[in-house]
């Protein structure tokens, strides 16, 4: 797990100058007086250290006598959602982007009760690591060796639910979204990230996406490097003799082949594990290669499995480096929930969850510039 940025490391009230700054981006996609203002509350309160931070305690925090307001925010008040998005993204990159960035895609569950919520059903969840009751969101974060925080979203509807449109009219789902899979909205992520110049050296994903042979082909064809997990079982794997499954190759390798190798700090040090890797599809495009890597743990022996895009002078090194970044935004996901309340919301409808998400992206993203800039001493910005 990597350490990264908590409220316990940010304070707070030192760095509101920089919370200015961030509404001041955001503040001309609210076309009213009301809703800017509201917004600067909801963002605090967010990042205020409560408890809990549902409709009520924001708008207790905020000195409302009753969560209409917030409620209003989220569901209807006129602002463009989508915008405050790529000023989310855009505010990361202004601060944390590097040309080496890394761009990661994985989802979470937000567990719920009922069956009213958009995109509610019984299904996997990782975050609970069982199927239950739950929506659930893909996600896009940026990783640089400056910080991490999200910069995309979309809630997952699973086929029960775009078949009913009657059902999704009741949740606020527009008539135009139809079903897409968790590859597709991640493809859908990416290509927003990278159209609107994202400075990003390599994607990294879970076997859930980088399986997708179709996904990675659509990577390459953007020139895109990336390192994703993959199956022991995969036989798609393609070298100069035909095709292989992943495991056979890497057993097939000599214990030399074998380098122990950090993937990068973790809570208790250096992550390290055993790694060796395969060139396959070789002078398949001039100046780029394609590898097979395998992580083997250093305690139980268990192998993990990637496939590898990338220039071909990179090195083993880089692609263990990659592979471990990760696990950044499953810090991200931690942060976002504990310090941003990412999941702590008491909405049912499509446009509501889209609010608050973004919402919750902008606050951590604040936290972690603060982080950042606070590692950096530069000096806090002044409040207006």
């Known amino acids: 797990m990597f350490v990264g940025p908590t409220v316990t490391d940010v304070d707070v009230d030192r760095w509101h100058g920089e919370l200015d700054r961030l509404h001041a981006r955001i503040g001309p996609r609210f076309r009213r007086s009301e809703p800017r203002?509201?917004?600067?509350?909801?963002?605090?309160?967010?990042?205020?250290?409560?408890?809990?931070?549902?409709?009520?305690?924001?708008?207790?925090?905020?000195?409302?006598?009753?969560?209409?307001?917030?409620?209003?925010?989220?569901?209807?008040?006129?602002?463009?959602?989508?915008?405050?998005?790529?000023?989310?993204?855009?505010?990361?990159?202004?601060?944390?982007?590097?040309?080496?960035?890394?761009?990661?895609?994985?989802?979470?569950?937000?567990?719920?009760?009922?069956?009213?919520s958009a995109g509610v059903q019984r299904q996997y969840s990782g975050t609970a690591g069982r199927t239950e009751n739950c929506q659930v969101g893909a996600f896009l974060a940026y990783r640089s060796a400056k910080g991490h925080a999200l910069i995309d979203r979309q809630l997952y509807l699973p086929a029960s639910w775009t078949d009913d449109r009657d059902r999704c009219r009741a949740a606020g789902i527009p008539d135009a979204v139809q079903f897409a899979t968790k590859v597709q909205m991640a493809r859908e992520m990416l290509a927003r990230a990278l159209d609107a110049g994202v400075p990003v050296g390599w994607v990294t994903m879970d076997e859930a996406y980088g399986q997708s042979k179709s996904l990675r082909v659509w990577l390459e064809h953007r020139d895109v490097g990336y390192v994703v997990a993959t199956r022991r079982n995969d036989d798609m794997i393609t070298t100069t003799m035909g095709t292989c499954r992943a495991d056979k190759l890497i057993a097939a390798l000599p214990a030399r082949a074998w380098c122990r190798l950090s993937a990068g700090a973790g809570a208790h040090g250096p992550r390290e594990y055993w790694w060796a890797r395969v060139p396959v599809r070789i002078c398949w495009q001039p100046g780029r290669g394609h590898?097979?890597?395998?992580?083997?743990?250093?305690?139980?022996?268990?192998?993990?499995?990637?496939?590898?895009?990338?220039?071909?002078?990179?090195?083993?090194?880089?692609?263990?480096?990659?592979?471990?970044?990760?696990?950044?935004?499953?810090?991200?996901?931690?942060?976002?929930?504990?310090?941003?309340?990412?999941?702590?919301?008491?909405?049912?409808?499509?446009?509501?969850?889209?609010?608050?998400?973004?919402?919750?992206?902008?606050?951590?993203?604040?936290?972690?510039?603060?982080?950042?800039?606070?590692?950096?001493?530069?000096?806090?910005?002044?409040?207006?």
Not at 42 to 54: A, D, H, P, Q, T
Not at 68 to 84: N, P, Y
Not at 90 to 100: I, R, T
């Open 291 to 384: 590898w097979l890597l395998a992580r083997r743990s250093m305690t139980t022996g268990e192998i993990a499995y990637y496939v590898c895009y990338g220039p071909r002078r990179t090195r083993l090194l880089d692609l263990a480096r990659i592979a471990g970044a990760r696990w950044a935004i499953e810090e991200c996901f931690q942060q976002a929930k504990n310090e941003a309340g990412l999941d702590e919301y008491q909405v049912r409808d499509w446009r509501a969850w889209y609010a608050h998400i973004t919402l919750s992206m902008a606050a951590h993203a604040w936290l972690s510039v603060a982080r950042s800039l606070t590692a950096k001493g530069d000096p806090v910005p002044a409040t207006t």
């Open 37 to 116: 203002l509201r917004v600067r509350q909801y963002l605090c309160g967010l990042v205020s250290g409560l408890g809990r931070k549902n409709g009520w305690t924001l708008a207790e925090q905020a000195g409302d006598a009753s969560p209409d307001g917030m409620q209003r925010l989220l569901r209807w008040a006129d602002w463009d959602v989508d915008a405050v998005r790529d000023d989310v993204r855009d505010y990361v990159v202004e601060h944390l982007g590097d040309p080496a960035g890394v761009l990661i895609v994985d989802d979470t569950g937000f567990l719920k009760k009922g069956t009213r």
